[in-house]
Protein backbone atom coordinates (compact mmCIF):
# COMPACT_ATOMS: atom_id res chain seq x y z
CA UNK A 1 0.00 0.00 0.00
CA UNK A 2 1.44 3.29 -0.65
CA UNK A 3 2.04 5.68 1.53
CA UNK A 4 0.36 9.45 1.56
CA UNK A 5 2.20 12.18 0.63
CA UNK A 6 3.60 14.37 3.55
CA UNK A 7 2.95 17.74 1.72
CA UNK A 8 0.33 19.62 -0.29
CA UNK A 9 0.81 19.31 -3.85
CA UNK A 10 -0.38 22.33 -4.78
CA UNK A 11 1.31 24.50 -2.48
CA UNK A 12 4.58 22.37 -3.39
CA UNK A 13 3.42 23.10 -7.51
CA UNK A 14 3.65 26.79 -6.75
CA UNK A 15 6.92 26.39 -5.26
CA UNK A 16 8.17 24.59 -8.29
CA UNK A 17 6.38 27.11 -10.26
CA UNK A 18 8.39 29.99 -8.62
CA UNK A 19 11.59 28.31 -8.66
CA UNK A 20 11.19 27.51 -12.77
CA UNK A 21 10.04 30.91 -13.31
CA UNK A 22 13.29 32.33 -11.14
CA UNK A 23 15.97 30.37 -12.66
CA UNK A 24 14.63 28.49 -16.03
CA UNK A 25 14.45 24.88 -16.90
CA UNK A 26 17.60 23.90 -17.17
CA UNK A 27 18.93 26.15 -14.80
CA UNK A 28 17.06 24.73 -11.74
CA UNK A 29 18.93 21.80 -10.36
CA UNK A 30 17.20 19.20 -8.06
CA UNK A 31 18.85 20.38 -5.07
CA UNK A 32 17.12 23.59 -5.83
CA UNK A 33 13.75 22.64 -6.67
CA UNK A 34 13.87 19.99 -3.53
CA UNK A 35 14.42 22.65 -1.41
CA UNK A 36 11.83 25.57 -2.87
CA UNK A 37 9.08 22.74 -2.61
CA UNK A 38 9.94 21.69 0.94
CA UNK A 39 10.06 18.08 -0.17
CA UNK A 40 13.01 15.36 -0.50
CA UNK A 41 14.35 14.40 -3.38
CA UNK A 42 12.70 10.36 -2.99
CA UNK A 43 9.47 12.27 -2.18
CA UNK A 44 9.87 14.32 -5.56
CA UNK A 45 10.34 11.47 -7.65
CA UNK A 46 7.93 9.38 -6.09
CA UNK A 47 5.06 11.93 -6.39
CA UNK A 48 5.86 13.23 -9.53
CA UNK A 49 8.64 11.04 -11.34
CA UNK A 50 11.15 13.81 -11.90
CA UNK A 51 12.43 17.24 -12.32
CA UNK A 52 10.51 17.55 -15.49
CA UNK A 53 7.57 15.98 -14.49
CA UNK A 54 7.52 19.05 -12.09
CA UNK A 55 7.81 21.38 -14.62
CA UNK A 56 5.10 20.01 -17.16
CA UNK A 57 3.17 20.06 -14.11
CA UNK A 58 4.31 23.60 -13.09
CA UNK A 59 3.50 25.15 -16.01
CA UNK A 60 0.09 23.25 -16.39
CA UNK A 61 -1.01 24.96 -13.11
CA UNK A 62 0.78 28.67 -14.69
CA UNK A 63 -1.54 28.07 -17.87
CA UNK A 64 -4.67 27.56 -15.46
CA UNK A 65 -3.99 30.14 -13.34
CA UNK A 66 -3.07 32.89 -15.80
CA UNK A 67 -3.60 32.55 -19.60
CA UNK A 68 -6.62 30.14 -19.48
CA UNK A 69 -8.29 31.89 -16.15
CA UNK A 70 -8.23 35.38 -18.00
CA UNK A 71 -9.07 33.79 -21.11
CA UNK A 72 -12.52 32.09 -19.37
CA UNK A 73 -13.12 35.34 -17.31
CA UNK A 74 -12.70 37.51 -20.44
CA UNK A 75 -15.11 35.29 -22.85
CA UNK A 76 -17.68 35.45 -19.93
CA UNK A 77 -17.71 39.14 -19.19
CA UNK A 78 -16.92 40.67 -22.16
CA UNK A 79 -18.19 40.80 -25.95
CA UNK A 80 -15.95 39.22 -28.27
CA UNK A 81 -13.99 42.71 -29.82
CA UNK A 82 -13.67 43.83 -26.42
CA UNK A 83 -12.09 40.61 -24.94
CA UNK A 84 -9.03 40.67 -27.36
CA UNK A 85 -8.69 44.11 -26.36
CA UNK A 86 -8.88 43.67 -22.24
CA UNK A 87 -6.35 40.56 -23.36
CA UNK A 88 -4.05 42.54 -24.64
CA UNK A 89 -4.49 45.39 -22.18
CA UNK A 90 -3.55 43.07 -19.33
CA UNK A 91 -0.91 41.39 -21.40
CA UNK A 92 0.83 44.95 -21.20
CA UNK A 93 -0.03 46.28 -17.28
CA UNK A 94 0.70 42.54 -16.31
CA UNK A 95 4.30 42.85 -18.26
CA UNK A 96 4.90 46.95 -16.23
CA UNK A 97 3.81 45.96 -12.94
CA UNK A 98 6.71 43.23 -13.05
CA UNK A 99 9.30 44.54 -11.25
CA UNK A 100 11.34 41.83 -11.13
CA UNK A 101 11.46 41.64 -15.25
CA UNK A 102 9.99 37.65 -14.91
CA UNK A 103 8.12 37.66 -18.05
CA UNK A 104 5.44 35.10 -18.55
CA UNK A 105 6.67 31.34 -17.47
CA UNK A 106 5.12 29.98 -20.94
CA UNK A 107 6.61 32.28 -23.18
CA UNK A 108 9.99 32.36 -21.31
CA UNK A 109 10.09 28.26 -21.53
CA UNK A 110 9.51 28.55 -25.20
CA UNK A 111 12.27 30.47 -26.00
CA UNK A 112 14.59 28.61 -23.50
CA UNK A 113 13.21 24.79 -24.03
CA UNK A 114 11.05 24.26 -26.99
CA UNK A 115 13.58 24.72 -29.64
CA UNK A 116 15.65 22.02 -27.84
CA UNK A 117 13.27 19.49 -26.70
CA UNK A 118 10.19 18.46 -28.90
CA UNK A 119 8.26 16.90 -26.42
CA UNK A 120 8.03 19.94 -23.91
CA UNK A 121 7.97 21.82 -27.26
CA UNK A 122 4.64 20.60 -27.96
CA UNK A 123 3.00 21.33 -25.05
CA UNK A 124 4.61 24.65 -25.08
CA UNK A 125 3.19 25.06 -28.56
CA UNK A 126 -0.11 23.49 -27.48
CA UNK A 127 -1.39 26.22 -24.53
CA UNK A 128 0.30 28.88 -26.97
CA UNK A 129 -2.37 27.15 -29.26
CA UNK A 130 -4.98 27.88 -26.69
CA UNK A 131 -4.20 31.55 -26.93
CA UNK A 132 -4.67 31.77 -30.73
CA UNK A 133 -7.84 29.62 -30.33
CA UNK A 134 -8.42 31.82 -28.02
CA UNK A 135 -7.96 34.93 -30.82
CA UNK A 136 -10.01 33.38 -33.39
CA UNK A 137 -12.95 32.57 -31.45
CA UNK A 138 -13.03 36.06 -30.63
CA UNK A 139 -12.94 37.51 -34.30
CA UNK A 140 -14.83 35.34 -35.69
CA UNK A 141 -18.19 35.96 -33.14
CA UNK A 142 -16.97 39.34 -33.42
CA UNK A 143 -17.42 39.03 -37.19
CA UNK A 144 -20.93 37.41 -36.99
CA UNK A 145 -21.74 40.42 -34.53
CA UNK A 146 -21.03 42.73 -36.95
CA UNK A 147 -18.34 44.42 -35.24
CA UNK A 148 -15.37 43.47 -36.91
CA UNK A 149 -14.95 43.56 -40.60
CA UNK A 150 -15.79 40.41 -42.51
CA UNK A 151 -13.02 40.80 -45.11
CA UNK A 152 -10.17 39.53 -42.55
CA UNK A 153 -8.90 36.26 -42.17
CA UNK A 154 -9.82 34.94 -38.57
CA UNK A 155 -7.13 32.57 -38.16
CA UNK A 156 -4.27 35.02 -39.65
CA UNK A 157 -5.07 37.86 -37.07
CA UNK A 158 -5.32 35.38 -34.37
CA UNK A 159 -2.25 34.59 -35.06
CA UNK A 160 -0.71 38.35 -35.75
CA UNK A 161 -2.50 38.92 -32.34
CA UNK A 162 -0.12 35.80 -30.97
CA UNK A 163 2.93 37.25 -32.36
CA UNK A 164 1.92 40.52 -30.55
CA UNK A 165 1.25 39.29 -27.12
CA UNK A 166 4.50 37.18 -27.54
CA UNK A 167 6.57 40.65 -28.48
CA UNK A 168 5.16 42.48 -25.86
CA UNK A 169 6.06 39.96 -23.10
CA UNK A 170 9.65 39.32 -24.82
CA UNK A 171 10.43 43.29 -25.30
CA UNK A 172 9.03 43.99 -21.91
CA UNK A 173 11.84 42.13 -20.07
CA UNK A 174 14.32 44.47 -21.35
CA UNK A 175 11.92 47.77 -22.43
CA UNK A 176 9.09 47.89 -20.21
CA UNK A 177 8.08 50.92 -21.64
CA UNK A 178 4.15 51.53 -21.52
CA UNK A 179 4.01 53.66 -24.86
CA UNK A 180 6.32 50.98 -26.25
CA UNK A 181 4.20 48.04 -26.04
CA UNK A 182 1.00 50.14 -26.26
CA UNK A 183 2.38 51.10 -29.85
CA UNK A 184 3.39 47.48 -29.74
CA UNK A 185 -0.36 46.33 -29.83
CA UNK A 186 -2.27 49.34 -31.41
CA UNK A 187 -1.23 48.62 -35.18
CA UNK A 188 -2.59 45.56 -34.58
CA UNK A 189 -6.09 46.11 -32.37
CA UNK A 190 -6.57 48.87 -35.20
CA UNK A 191 -7.33 45.80 -37.96
CA UNK A 192 -10.04 45.00 -35.82
CA UNK A 193 -11.99 47.95 -36.12
Known sequence: MARPRE?????????????FWRRGYEATSIRELTASMGISGPSLYNAFGGKRAVFTAALERYFDQSPRARIKRLETLRAPK?????????IIQRSL????????????????????????GVVIGG??????????????????????????????????????????????????EQALLEG??????????
Open 127 to 176: YLAEIEAFFRRSIKAAQKQGSVRTDLVAKDVARLLLGVVLGIRVLARARP
Open 97 to 120: SDPERRGCLLINSALEIAPHDREL
Open 82 to 90: DAIRQFIEE
Open 7 to 19: FDEATALEAAMAC
Open 184 to 193: VARPALALLD
